[in-house]
């Protein structure tokens, strides 16, 4: 199937992938007093003196803002705004579908970090998260901290769904090879949203339960230029603060002098980095994760040949597909149901963990659950609420 053709067809058909409905008709005069005026004017000061039963009497519990600038969407770059809306519609599908969630894109048309911060902050009431989305780092990582005293969960799903994921995959590719998660020598190519995100999640930075935190000793990270090593005077301030748990050998070169020796390849980057002949410098047994889209960093085949022992992609057509939808949706359902105020990086952690059980017993060929599988959502979001519960939230 030609997919561009054939999506070109039914977004022109459908004219946009979600919609409105009512919860009611309004079929009589004592329905309109009622969802209108004069009724509607209880609920409202009812709000007004007591704000937090907003999540009672309105949409607001249940309810996502996807929030875009269109810097960064999917494979594709600085598209902008409009031709940015049919990634969000079809996230709020997906929010709808696996967690009964009413999610909603609304695509900026500004790259300005303040501009987008205030509007934000504008809106926000009636929302009970924000879900940014395609921003380009590093102005990802200042808006999504600046926007943590919001009162409700504002999530970067780019970095954190793309890292609890991976983590759910790497939890279980130590279960099929026996290795330990703390003992692995992880080499992450792309030092974007993602690749920073995936890092921090990796050495459990800003958490210390030991319940959940299993902290991987060796990471290396490598961006455009190679190794982000102490002696490089090109480094943002993302890039700048994973030096102080990265890295600890300040190796210095490019990717492919990297990966020698490492147990695991963790691909944010792009396509056609790595032939199979450099899969065969790494460690036995070695794990692949290339989520470049469309095209990953190694194809499946190519890395097998080379010796892997596990491959996962970001392409729904191949096997172990690390894809954000395992994740967000439970996430924001957890924290909704739980009236969080942020998510914490211990319901970050907890999360990858369920996602990791619901596959009970991992194989090469499945260490991460299909991305259909409609129990995943549920689980996750358990996991969520009882530890934004235990975390106060």
């Keep these: 199937m030609d997919y561009f053709k054939e999506s070109l067809n039914l977004h022109k058909r459908l004219k946009g992938k ?5 919860k009611m008709d309004v079929r009589s005069k004592e329905d309109l007093s009622l969802v209108y005026s004069p009724g509607v004017a209880g609920p409202c000061m009812e709000i007004h003196k007591q704000p937090e039963t907003v999540y009672d009497y309105t949409i607001k519990g249940n309810t996502v803002a996807i929030i875009t600038d269109g810097s960064a969407v999917l494979g594709l770059g600085n598209i902008g705004a409009k031709a940015s809306i049919p990634v969000m519609e079809g996230k709020a599908m997906l929010f709808k579908r696996f ?14 970090t303040e501009k987008i911060i205030e509007t934000v902050r504008l809106i926000a009431p009636v929302f009970g998260g924000v879900n940014l989305e395609d921003i380009s780092a590093p102005r990802s990582f200042e808006i999504e901290t600046r926007l943590q005293d919001l009162g409700i969960p504002v999530f970067h799903d780019d970095q954190h769904g793309t890292a609890i994921v991976v983590l759910s995959a790497l939890i279980n590719s130590c279960k099929v090879l026996g290795k330990n998660l703390s003992d692995l020598k992880v080499v992450v190519n792309g030092a974007g949203a993602a690749g920073i995100a995936i890092t921090r999640l990796l ?5 210390s339960d030991p319940n959940v935190c299993i902290p991987v ?3 290396v990270v490598c961006d455009s230029k190679g190794i ?13 603060e994973i030096l102080g748990y990265t890295n600890p050998k ?14 695991v390849f963790i691909g944010v980057s792009k396509g056609n980095l790595l032939q199979s002949q450099d899969i065969r410098t790494m460690a036995k047994d070695s794990i692949i994760f290339g989520l470049a889209n469309p095209v990953p960093e190694i194809m499946p085949e190519e890395a097998y040949k080379g010796g892997a022992a596990i491959v996962g992609t970001g392409r729904s057509d191949l096997p172990n597909q690390v894809n954000n939808v395992l994740g967000f949706p439970g996430i924001f359902r957890g924290a909704l149901d739980a009236r969080a105020k942020r998510i914490t990086p211990k319901m970050k952690l907890e999360a990858a963990y369920a996602i990791a059980r619901c596959v009970e017993n991992p194989t090469r060929e499945m260490v991460i659950p299909p991305t259909l599988n409609e ?6 979001a358990d996991a969520v ?9």
């Design 18 to 22: 979600i919609r409105l409905t009512p």
């Design 99 to 112: 967690a009964g969630i009413d999610a909603f894109p609304i695509c900026l048309d500004t790259q300005d």
């Design 203 to 207: 050495r459990c930075v800003d958490n």
């Design 217 to 219: 000793k060796e990471i």
């Design 228 to 240: 982000i090593h102490k002696e490089r005077d090109n480094l943002n301030s993302a890039k700048l």
């Design 250 to 263: 300040n190796k210095k070169g490019l990717l492919l002098d990297a990966i020698k020796g490492a147990d």
């Design 375 to 380: 129990h995943v959502a549920w689980r996750v």
């Design 385 to 393: 609420k009882k530890a934004a519960l235990e975390d106060g939230l």
